[in-house]
C-alpha cells in the first residue's frame, strides 16, 4: 500500500506536494516499512515491477484526489536504481501520466544522491530523458552520496533534498549546522529548490526557515499518512491559510 507524506511551500505556508511512500501490509506483521522488505525485493529481481506499480498507484490517487477537487498538489515518487536503468522507464511514465490523464507538472522523480554518482553519464542522459517528459526530477538524500559537483551541475534536476541525518542535529551539532547552511547556499546558487527531510521540532523548521529552505516535510508537520488521512489533512491544513 501506499502512504503519503506532505511536503510544505515556506514562501506560502501551503502544502503543495505529497511523497508516496510504499508500505507492505502484512497479515501478521502489521504494516511493515520499507527498510524490512525493499532489498528482498531487490534480490528476488521484484523491484522494478514494485517501482511501476508505486508510480501508477500514486498517478491514480492524485487523479482520484483531483477528482474530489483537491488541485495544486504534486505527487512525488522514488525511483529505485534498477528502474532508473531500465530502457522502458521513460514510456513507463509517460504511460502512467497519459492513462490518469495528469500533465507532466504533476509529477516530481526523485533519485538518491548515490544512484545518480554510480553511473554519472548514464544517469544524466536518463534524467534528461525524463526532464523532456517536462517531470520535475530531484536529488534525495543529499549530503550523502559523496557526489561530485562538476557532474552535480550537469544533471537536469530541479530540487535538492536534503538528508534528515543533517536535520535531526542542527539544534545541537554545529557541524551539521554548516551543512545546512552550506547546502542551502549551494543549491540557490545553482538555481535548485530546496527541499529539508526529517523535520521534527518547531526549533528546526525555524532554523531551516531562516536558512531559506523552500519546502520542509517531516513529523513535525505530518508523518505518512493513508491516502484519506492525508487528503483530510490537505484540505484543512491549506483552507487555514488561505
Given at each position: 500500500?501506499?502512504?503519503?507524506?506532505?511536503?510544505?511551500?515556506?514562501?506560502?505556508?501551503?502544502?503543495?506536494?505529497?511523497?508516496?511512500?510504499?508500505?507492505?501490509?502484512?497479515?501478521?506483521?502489521?504494516?511493515?516499512?520499507?527498510?524490512?522488505?525493499?532489498?528482498?525485493?531487490?534480490?528476488?529481481?521484484?523491484?522494478?515491477?514494485?517501482?511501476?506499480?508505486?508510480?501508477?498507484?500514486?498517478?491514480?490517487?492524485?487523479?482520484?484526489?483531483?477528482?474530489?477537487?483537491?488541485?495544486?498538489?504534486?505527487?512525488?515518487?522514488?525511483?529505485?536504481?534498477?528502474?532508473?536503468?531500465?530502457?522502458?522507464?521513460?514510456?513507463?511514465?509517460?504511460?502512467?501520466?497519459?492513462?490518469?490523464?495528469?500533465?507532466?507538472?504533476?509529477?516530481?522523480?526523485?533519485?538518491?544522491?548515490?544512484?545518480?554518482?554510480?553511473?554519472?553519464?548514464?544517469?544524466?542522459?536518463?534524467?534528461?530523458?525524463?526532464?523532456?517528459?517536462?517531470?520535475t526530477l530531484a536529488i534525495d538524500d543529499f549530503g550523502t552520496g559523496y557526489s561530485s559537483l562538476s557532474y552535480l551541475k550537469l544533471l537536469p534536476i530541479h530540487r535538492l533534498k536534503l538528508d534528515r541525518s543533517f536535520v535531526g542535529d542542527i539544534e545541537t551539532d554545529p557541524e551539521d549546522a554548516s551543512i545546512c547552511r552550506?547546502?542551502?547556499?549551494?543549491?540557490?546558487?545553482?538555481?535548485?529548490?530546496?527541499?529539508?527531510?526529517?523535520?521534527?521540532?518547531?526549533?528546526?523548521?525555524?532554523?531551516?526557515?531562516?536558512?531559506?529552505?523552500?519546502?520542509?516535510?517531516?513529523?513535525?508537520?505530518?508523518?505518512?499518512?493513508?491516502?484519506?488521512?492525508?487528503?483530510?489533512?490537505?484540505?484543512?491544513?491549506?483552507?487555514?491559510?488561505?
Open positions: 500500500i501506499l502512504h503519503y507524506q506532505p511536503q510544505l511551500d515556506l514562501a506560502n505556508d501551503r502544502i503543495i506536494a505529497v511523497e508516496a511512500l510504499v508500505r507492505w501490509q502484512h497479515p501478521e506483521m502489521g504494516l511493515v516499512t520499507p527498510d524490512r522488505f525493499i532489498h528482498v525485493a531487490e534480490e528476488m529481481g521484484l523491484i522494478v515491477p514494485l517501482g511501476e506499480w508505486v508510480l501508477d498507484q500514486a498517478c491514480a490517487q492524485l487523479r482520484a484526489w483531483r477528482d474530489m477537487g483537491l488541485s495544486g498538489i504534486r505527487m512525488c515518487v522514488n525511483l529505485s536504481a534498477r528502474q532508473l536503468q531500465e530502457p522502458s522507464l521513460h514510456d513507463s511514465v509517460q504511460g502512467s501520466l497519459e492513462r490518469h490523464g495528469l500533465d507532466a507538472v504533476d509529477l516530481e522523480l526523485e533519485i538518491t544522491e548515490s544512484m545518480a554518482m554510480s553511473n554519472p553519464a548514464e544517469t544524466i542522459s536518463r534524467l534528461k530523458a525524463l526532464e523532456a517528459l517536462g517531470v552550506a547546502t542551502a547556499s549551494l543549491s540557490h546558487d545553482l538555481g535548485l529548490t530546496l527541499v529539508a527531510e526529517g523535520v521534527e521540532t518547531e526549533a528546526q523548521f525555524s532554523f531551516l526557515k531562516d536558512l531559506g529552505c523552500d519546502l520542509l516535510q517531516g513529523y513535525w508537520l505530518a508523518r505518512p499518512l493513508p491516502a484519506n488521512e492525508a487528503y483530510e489533512l490537505i484540505l484543512r491544513y491549506n483552507a487555514m491559510t488561505r
